[in-house]
């Protein structure tokens, strides 16, 4: 199964077993799990918290959420570029877009969804011919079901199952060889596939190492392995769709979209190897682009540029907003023009946010 989903495409793949709801590193998962949500870590993410009948949310428990499943198939995808990373010296006045939303086919955006979502499609078919009714139970055909962030799964946790990594301080999946630059998929089968499964947890390698937990700038990393969403500046320029704190903007610095900090300054990542799909090769015009080229951006501009792609999910005007933000912290007065039309624009949220951006650049001018 292994070498069918890394014919697939994928980077590397394991099998986990979908563990009783009484299995001792379940019943610590599920723990977990509900003491991070009842903190209210997860903002204004409620489809990770979407509960069942009895109002427990169902990423808890894998096995209460899909009772057929018994074993699950974790992929991940390679998705680093050899372009600079976030922390390395950038253009003046360029902003920073997360490495996993860069990729590209032939000029145009692709959606990682996608793009896994056809690789799990092969694997699902080799699962369907490959296994028999009699593997099954001898009654129930097989059942299959494939995701992509879409599901109610902690691929992470599934991961370290499997022995596919580690999960990091930082909250990411580690593995010795690829680093952290990976995109998770999994497909959930009814067959206990228990031959190709590792039923011990990777080995956690992060040592004393805190570099994650230090440089987060919004110090959203509360712990080792435990995250406050609501701080993390990923969440806040994609998933937080009002206001924004105004004492995290200040730290949120030119992220627009995401944030790699956390990931960037990891040892591991270090000599992470470039990843090999053609259609998650990085858009060279999403490298360290230009605040004021992002700001511009008409709709029909916006559609073009990123129809397809993972911001076309969080929006021109949410985009904007985070633009505003990265404007404000720049320090560079030359965005003082368009962020004084925006202060006057009917788009309130937008309105606000620049008007803290232009007090910001008078602070720093003073």
Known sequence: MVE???VAGFDLAGVAPVLAEDDELAVLQSERFLEWASQGFAGEMGWMLRAGEDGVPLRSSLRRAVPWARSVVICALNYNSAHPK???????????????AWSGCDGAATDYHDTLLGRLSEVESFLHEYLSVEDVGGETPLQTRAYVDTGPVVERWLAQLAGIGWIGKNTCV????Q???MLLAVVLTSAELAEDAVLLPAADRCGSCTRCIDACPTEALIAP??????RCIAYLTIEKKGDLDAKLMPQMGRQVFGCDICQDVCPWNRRAPIGRAQDMQARGEL??????ALAAMDSAEFKRMFRGSPL?????????????VAMGNSGDGQH?????????????MLRDVAKWALRQLEEAKS
Do not use: C, F, H
């Open 4 to 6: 069918r989903a890394l």
């Open 179 to 181: 680093g952290s630059y």
């Open 336 to 348: 003082r023009i368009r962020l004084g039309v925006w202060a006057s624009g009917e788009d309130e």
């Open 225 to 230: 392995r435990k995250m406050d969403a609501t």
């Open 312 to 324: 076309e999910r969080t929006g021109r005007r949410r985009l904007q907003r985070n633009v505003a």
């Open 174 to 177: 580690l593995n010795q060889q």
């Open 287 to 292: 490298v360290n682009p230009q605040l004021e």
């Open 86 to 100: 976030s922390v390395d010296p950038a253009p003046e006045g360029s902003g920073w877009i997360a490495r996993y």
